[in-house]
């Protein structure tokens, strides 16, 4: 379990005093009581009494911080240069105070935490926003029959789900939509439409602005003409910032259906990440194939298809 330090990075001792103490190995003592690498923990101040860390990073585990101050003080005593008095104690604001507890006392916040943060975290999953996409859309010259059948079967499936409104064509508003929806606790957000190869398509994009290591697999591709087609073909989006899965699905209803289908069946099964995408992706490409064999395309599959 991490828990993130909220800017709180600093810790210092009291009742302490060094005499010709190589810093860097206090440093490194400190660091290596609180299980972290030496390079990430640094002295920033040295007065009559107190010394001062700052942790060089802005989360940490909870296992090895808590309850670590008698750890800290004997590994501190034992170094050359350093003096602990009787009353030398480790203080700090924030998480970074629970470095005193004792082990019992520490043990016990540490399993409360962990139930809390899983108790959480189911909570978070089950809530879903659905957004839709595109200037037709606004402009309601297209319905938008792919929000209520994904939030029904979003209710179907346990979650609480709401409607989000419609993503501009523009990659930056999107984005900050999407952005704005992680901030309030969703803990799945599902797009549809703005997939494409067209310029105004930016759902994808808005993905990779918020996880740039969200995976795209193509469902179509083809060479750009540049009038229409500005993008090598139709991709769907599958990214994750924290607990908050992000999924962008394509506007044609039954690809969106599909593809929320094959979402649904695939977190029930515990799918994520790349696995997650590829599991969607391969139900929406071989719908294309089905599509193209009826239509007497097949000879042109393989140009089109991935």
Not at 248 to 276: F, I, M, Y
Request: charged share 25%; glycine share 10%.
């Amino acid at each position: 379990m991490e828990w993130d330090l909220l800017e709180k990075t600093t810790f210092w001792i009291d009742d302490i005093d060094l005499s010709k103490a190589d810093l860097g190995q206090v440093a490194a003592v400190a660091a290596a009581a609180l299980e972290l690498p030496a390079k990430e923990v640094m002295v920033v101040d040295v007065r009559p009494g107190l010394v001062a860390f700052d942790i060089l990073r802005r989360r940490v585990r909870a296992e090895a911080v808590a309850g670590k101050e008698r750890v800290i003080l004997q590994r501190l005593a034992e170094l050359p240069g350093v003096t602990l008095g009787p009353g030398a104690a480790v203080h700090s604001e924030g998480v970074l105070g629970l470095i005193a507890l004792e082990p019992e006392e520490a043990a016990s916040v540490l399993a409360e935490s962990a139930t809390l943060a899983r108790d959480i975290k189911q909570a978070v999953a089950r809530r879903a926003i659905v957004f839709a996409s595109g200037a037709e859309v606004i402009a309601g010259k297209i319905k938008d029959t792919n929000s209520p059948y994904i939030l029904a079967a979003l209710e179907r499936n346990g979650y609480q789900a709401r409607f989000g409104g419609v993503l501009e064509d523009d990659l930056v508003a999107a984005a900050n939509r999407l952005e704005g929806a992680l901030e309030e606790g969703y803990g799945l957000i599902i797009t549809t439409g703005g997939v494409g190869a067209e310029d105004k398509d930016f759902s994808v994009e808005a993905i990779l602005r918020l996880d740039p290591e969200a995976h795209t697999p193509w469902i179509l591709k083809f060479k750009p003409d540049y009038q229409r087609h500005h993008k090598e073909g139709v991709r769907i989006a599958v990214g994750q910032v924290g607990m908050t899965i992000m999924v962008a699905l394509p506007g044609p209803h039954e690809e969106a259906r599909l593809g929320c289908d094959r979402l649904l069946a695939g977190l029930e099964q515990g799918l994520a990440g790349g696995p997650l995408a590829e599991y969607i992706a391969s139900a929406l490409r071989e719908r294309w194939r089905s599509v193209m064999k009826e239509g007497g395309h097949e000879h042109g599959l393989s140009s089109h298809c991935c």
